[in-house]
């Protein structure tokens, strides 16, 4: 079994912690306000996760949400996790959550994978080798910027930034025909890699948010960058631009709002 189907086999092994989960609610804490939270299945996914990828590098490091986020590993091979992105999503059961799991190679994501196990939706990479969802290719779309659907994160951890991310999407909300807050930024990318949507921003994530997700969008054939234009940098926070070939040029249209 080669590397990208073992980390498959893991995640939706991981996948059974969050699908069984119950009185979530009951084992939640704030961990930097309200909108910041975390649960028991956090930490025990996250936990299932260091133990089982670790195990198939053992030269690898670890970078995951729960735990130490100041010091980013130095080693040549770093598995990059979020055991549970849209947290808040889980907690109120809105089935919308995933496992993202990346990992990366000297800066540069060498394999994705997402999982969201309320719908049993596999998004998974190798790079050079496109993209899959559940085993099948997938490709951004070819809907021009007036026909496309937009996603969009509002900051809810740098609230410095809300205005800004705002005044945004007021400019994609005159430019597209509709737009979508869905509270999970892995998800948000596979669905422009999938054809799903057609652009995504935000203005500040983690690297656990978006690792995973950066490949496959890239390897679904989208163009990725920050909002400013620079290659993201994987290992660190960073603002994101994502997008299908059509809606490249509304890049530069946030930027002009957003100076």
């Known amino acids: ?15 059974e912690l969050i699908r069984c989960a119950h009185h979530i609610e009951e084992d939640t ?10 649960t028991k299945y956090d930490l025990a996914v996250q936990n299932f996760l260091r133990r089982e990828l670790l195990r198939l590098l053992p030269e690898a490091d670890f970078l995951g949400e729960e735990g130490d986020q100041d010091n980013v590993p130095d080693a040549a091979w ?16 809105m089935g919308h959550s995933c496992i993202s799991v990346a990992l990366v190679h000297n800066g540069k994501p060498e394999y994705g994978v997402v999982y969201n196990p309320f719908r049993e939706e596999m998004y998974a990479a190798r790079r050079g080798e496109g993209a899959t ?10 809907y021009p910027a007036d026909h496309g659907l937009a996603l969009f994160g509002s900051t809810i951890y740098d609230r410095e930034l809300t205005d800004r991310a705002f005044a945004m999407m007021r400019l994609l909300y005159d430019r597209c025909a509709d737009f979508r807050r869905l509270a999970s930024a892995a998800l948000d990318l596979c669905y422009v890699a999938a054809g799903r949507a057609e652009v995504y921003f935000e203005c500040r994530l ?11 969008l890239e390897e679904a054939g989208g163009t990725l960058s920050t909002l400013d ?22 890049r530069l249209a946030l930027e002009e709002v957003s100076r």
């Open 206 to 216: 983690r690297p656990w948010d978006f690792a995973a997700g950066c490949l496959i």
């Open 29 to 38: 804490q704030e961990k930097n306000g309200p909108s910041d939270l975390v």
């Open 133 to 142: 969802l559940n085993d099948q290719p997938i490709h951004v779309s070819d």
């Open 229 to 250: 234009g620079q290659p993201v940098d994987v290992l660190h926070n960073s603002s994101i631009f994502a997008s299908n070939a059509l809606c490249t040029d509304l």
């Open 1 to 15: 079994m080669n590397m990208l189907e073992q980390i498959k086999d893991v995640v939706l092994q991981a996948g």
């Open 78 to 93: 770093i598995f990059v996790v979020d055991p549970i992105d849209g947290t808040t999503n889980f907690v109120r059961n």
